[in-house]
């Protein structure tokens, strides 16, 4: 089935510092959704992506979806305590598999102030 | 709005047994998902319901199953607890298929 491969598991950073996390496929991602786990905490959703080559931007935070939709990141800028959390990347089927999400492994960022 | 709400949030169950939980979406929502979270797998798809119908289903075992009623709420089932299913179990709903998705708090699962 599909996998959806996100890089790094673990980054540490020194507050101040910024940070980006991959997502990546082998085959053709329908919709991209980035999702932040806190510690003890549910996902909660950031992003939808649809379009190739697209970017979208939350405030420090900037979303891309390459041009061949097989991979997409999440770059946060000047990072803050706050951001600390789990970031996933989840692919939102469509065809046969209409709305299965299969999620990414999440990347656990800790921020060091 | 009320967020989504799960209940339990907590439970003990040794192998064997079996368990329901119960997921009340946001208001409105009529897309149910669930979805099993452990440390080694991640966040792993279980099924979706959508107008009381299961609409898709993960790679799991038939001894999980869901069902969701007409007022949207749905509850998930395991039969024959395995050690294996110890778990962060979590709701998630949208207002239709391919939305948003809001997770509830999940019911965390140890199985003795």
């Known amino acids: 089935g599909q996998q959806v491969m996100q890089i790094p598991q673990y980054q540490h950073v020194q507050e101040g510092e910024d940070f980006t996390t991959y997502c990546n496929s082998s085959t053709t991602l329908s919709n991209i959704q980035w999702y932040k786990q806190r510690p003890g905490g549910h996902p909660v959703f950031l992003i939808q992506?649809?379009?190739?080559?697209e970017v979208k931007k939350q405030k420090r935070l900037t979303f891309q979806f390459g041009e061949a939709k097989k991979n997409s990141s999440l770059h946060i800028t000047a990072t803050q305590t706050t951001d600390v959390g789990t970031y996933f990347c989840c692919d939102r089927a469509g065809g046969t598999s209409y709305g299965k999400l299969t999620f990414g492994q999440g990347t656990i960022l800790t921020v060091h102030p | 709005k009320a967020g989504v709400t799960q209940t339990p949030r907590y439970l003990i169950k040794t192998r064997g047994q079996q368990v329901t939980l119960s997921c009340s979406p946001i208001s409105g929502h009529r897309s149910v998902s669930w979805y099993q979270q452990t440390p080694g797998q991640g966040l792993q798809f279980l099924f979706e319901?959508?107008?009381?119908?299961?609409?898709n289903k993960g790679n799991f075992p038939g001894r999980f199953s869901g069902r969701q009623f007409s007022n949207s709420r749905s509850e998930m089932n395991v039969s024959t607890l395995e050690l294996g299913d110890s778990a962060l179990y979590l709701c998630?709903?949208?207002?239709?298929?391919?939305?948003?998705?809001?997770f509830g708090p999940g019911t965390r699962l140890l199985v003795l």
């Open positions: 319901y959508f107008s009381e119908t299961q609409r």
């Open positions: 992506l649809v379009k190739s080559g």
């Open positions: 998630a709903s949208s207002l239709h298929r391919m939305e948003t998705q809001y």
